[in-house]
Nanobody
Framework: QLQASGGGLVQAGGSLRLSCAAS????????MGWFRQAPGKGREFVAA????????TYADSVRGRFTISRGNAKNTVYLQMNSLKPEDTAVYYC???????????????????WGQGTQVTVSS
C-alpha cells in the first residue's frame, strides 16, 4: 500500500513537500509517480521517477518548479513543489507499478498501485 502525506494550504509562490511511503510491499525496484486531480477535472500526470531514481520525467506545467526523488531506501518517494500556483490546487496521488526495474512512466494506465491522495490548496 501507498500512503501520501504532506498536503496542505499554502499561498501562491510557496512550497510544499509531499511524501509517499510504501508499506506491505517494497517498491524499491519499481517505477513510481505522482498524479493529481482538480475538482471537475480528470486525473493528470505530474512527475515520475525510475526504479533507481536516475531518470525522471515531468508534465510541462510543473517542469522547473517540481522535483521528484526517491528516499535512500528507495521505498519512499517525494515531490518537492516550489513556486506553487493556484492552478496546482488538486488532490495529489502517488502511484507505483509492478514492472521490475522500470520507469519513469507518465500514463496512469502504467501504474498498478495507488495511494489515497493528499489535498494541496494554493491560495492567490
Amino acid at each position: 500500500q501507498l500512503q501520501a502525506s504532506g498536503g496542505g494550504l499554502v499561498q501562491a509562490g510557496g512550497s510544499l513537500r509531499l511524501s509517499c511511503a510504501a508499506s506491505g510491499r517494497t517498491f524499491g525496484s519499481y517505477g513510481m509517480g505522482w498524479f493529481r486531480q482538480a475538482p471537475g477535472k480528470g486525473r493528470e500526470f505530474v512527475a515520475a521517477v525510475s526504479w533507481n531514481g536516475r531518470s525522471t520525467t515531468y508534465a510541462d506545467s510543473v517542469r522547473g518548479r517540481f522535483t521528484i526523488s526517491r528516499g535512500n531506501a528507495k521505498n519512499t518517494v517525494y515531490l518537492q513543489m516550489n513556486s506553487l500556483k493556484p492552478e496546482d490546487t488538486a488532490v495529489y496521488y502517488c502511484a507505483g507499478n509492478r514492472r521490475l526495474y522500470s520507469g519513469p512512466y507518465d500514463r496512469d494506465t502504467q501504474y498498478d498501485y495507488w495511494g489515497q491522495g493528499t489535498q494541496v490548496t494554493v491560495s492567490s
